[in-house]
């Protein structure tokens, strides 16, 4: 079967890939307040900077830093990062639990969801907060794997439709700490496909990606480099076969 969400579609064997890495089965938690920190370094709760985050967990932010905003957060220098189990944030007092909720919003932390997110019959979770007279609602493991799997597929197709309408027209890609323009059409029509299919792979991707970067007049240049399924040897072969032939040229001229 297939789905479409904006102008990309989708089968059956993507969406249950999404379904299954959508929810990490450790919830991430921010925290900038100190007490709050020592408290877990006194329940014995390893916490990270977010760059130790990263180094430590690569997996995590590959895999998750889209869907819990790791590159879009708003972060101090003193903030830390801890995995909790359930179990671990209900052992906190009430009100400290609230106070950890709250900062997942005020640092803008992903898989929160507004009260009008659940206009479509989607159940609601088990943690609630309240920030600035707006209700959220913080989407758990355990909520995940409670829900049938009929909410799931409907969870994440209108997961996938928010995410082009805050995205549409263009996408950001962090190269090097720079923000590069890259046309959504691209990578709506290569997203999810696989190289036995499209063919293509990192290296031809960031190579039709830098193609695109200088002008939306290179696409069509930019399509043709992503079917070739460039491998840096055949690349580097072809670019030193026309720069000799450039060289020849020169010499002759």
Known sequence: ????????????????????????????????DDSIIQSLLAMGIPIYTPSELARSFPTFSLEYGAIYGLWSMNLTEHVMAAFLQTEQLQSFDPDIQQRILEYQVRCKRGQLYLESWFEDHLPLTSYTVTVEGQRFYLL??????????????????????????????????????????????????????????????????????????????????????????????????????????????????
């Open 1 to 32: 079967m297939m789905h479409k969400v904006h102008q990309s579609t989708i089968t059956d064997a993507v969406l249950n890939r999404l379904i299954d890495r959508f929810v990490s089965d450790r919830d991430l938690y921010f925290f900038e």
């Open 140 to 253: 758990q493991s355990r909520d995940w794997r409670s829900f049938s799997a009929d909410v799931r597929k409907r969870w994440i197709l209108k997961w996938l439709r928010e995410w082009h309408k805050r995205d549409e027209g263009s996408a950001d890609v962090a190269i090097d700490g720079a923000d590069v323009r890259v046309p959504l059409e691209l990578l709506n029509e290569f997203a999810g496909t696989f190289a036995d299919r499209s063919g293509p792979n990192c290296f031809a991707a960031a190579a039709a990606m830098a193609v695109c970067r200088s002008s939306v007049q290179n696409l069509a240049q930019a399509r043709d480099l992503i079917f070739s399924w460039l491998h840096q040897e055949p690349f580097f072969r072809l670019l030193k076969a026309h720069l000799e032939t450039g060289a020849m040229r020169l010499s002759f001229e």
